[in-house]
């Protein structure tokens, strides 16, 4: 039976990096909430199927596989990775890779947050001054900090056309992917500046880019563009 | 051979989710960056031995347990519950427990920022304005989200002495307590608007604190005081 993912039909969001990693692994799911509304897809479906699943997720993506209800994007990412080949299987190799990916989802929120510092609930352009103060936080501070970060590891492990946890390529590295193609989006001054000093963290997106099922999937209908309802908005003030 | 925790030294902060998973399950360990500076404590010795730790760490708390150096406070955790029966033992109900630690991470998070908004390199009085602003979106909007969340949740246990995740204690019941203290202590005019909604929440957290081996941490001067260094901070301001 299909897995089916649930979660927001309009944007990429967190689900996306559920999204990349059961295409890379060429699973069978439904992305249900992008149904027909009397197929059970759409906001409002979502949001009841959210309130009746058990356990109860706190937000989506929730991932449902066999029987299981998973939530939390880097718990469902550790299930595919444990069970599709996307993730070492010994103990130590498992636990670097789910660090990566907390990692990654810490500089998510922070995306997420140059546009949103105040509230989630309010909008954009009633929280511009801050944004405006954190973006540029983000810019300077702390979006060099995890960059290199990566590029640090990449280079300690020889940048040799492997990923983040050596040669074989984890879903930490598909969402690495994911985050790099994000912040070209949302801060292309800022990413176009760094470029030199991350060439290994850049080329270590196109490698993931290449893979044969993402880049099918990057080119399917599948894959909702970037936009400004999602984390990665391009908003030009915020890249100045 | 004793495990090493590596965290800051003066603040509760994210290592002491881990001192606590430490403490209950009574496990032998030393916090390093508290020992004297000459015995390798302290905070410049931290940032040595952190640039060297392999796989480098993004950020403490660090455990090093055995051999294993592991880095991300809900990995710790999890590796914790794993080996000193702090979870259950099944994948479903593993990835439950998983689930609600980073759950409980996001909140944590959230927290931070109510002080910090704009960049966490800035005093707070240089971003007050946006503070107050971002503390009450999270008293009014988040904060109650989260905990209703976990309410709900022990409520459909029951709520009848158990935990999150049934009637064992789990690391995440124990980081549910430090939250609600830590709520507590910065927030207290909302948490006690909150109490008569939240009354299997605020049993929980009596529950994780009468237990032995907490109750006798939180006696020792192990126990770092809350203030105003750490995460859950007490400035009245924010609060009303």
């Given at each position: ?138 810019r300077?501070?702390?979006m060099p900090?995890?960059l290199r970060?990566?590029e ?31 912040l070209?989006?949302?801060f292309?001054n800022a990413m176009a500046a760094m470029a030199p000093d991350i060439?290994?963290v850049l ?38």
């Open positions: 039976m299909a897995y089916e993912l649930h979660y927001w039909p309009s944007i990429q969001g967190r689900g996306e990096f559920v999204r990349l990693a059961l295409e890379d692994a060429g699973v069978d799911y439904v992305d249900v909430a992008r149904l027909p509304s009397d197929q059970g897809g759409g906001e409002a479906n979502l949001a009841s199927w959210l309130s009746y699943a058990t356990p109860p997720p706190f937000a989506p993506p929730v991932l449902k596989a066999h029987d299981k209800i998973i939530a939390q994007t880097a718990v469902i990412l550790a299930w595919l990775g444990r069970h599709h080949d996307l993730a070492p299987v010994e103990e130590e190799g498992r636990m670097w890779v789910d660090q990566l990916q907390l990692t990654i989802a810490d500089l998510v929120a922070e995306v997420h947050d140059t546009h949103h510092p105040i509230s989630a609930g309010q909008y954009y352009e009633d929280q511009k001054a801050p944004a405006l103060a954190r973006a540029q936080a983000f300077q501070e702390r900090k995890y970060y990566f640090r590891i990449l280079a300690g492990n020889g940048a040799g056309g492997g990923g983040l946890a050596g040669a074989a390529i984890t879903y930490a590295d598909l969402s690495l992917f994911q985050v790099v193609r994000g070209q989006y949302a292309p060439g290994a080329t270590l997106a196109d490698q993931v880019e290449r893979r044969g099922r993402v880049a099918a999937y990057l080119k399917s209908p599948r894959r909702i563009p970037f936009n400004e309802e999602g984390i990665f908005r391009h908003y030009p003030e915020l890249d100045e």
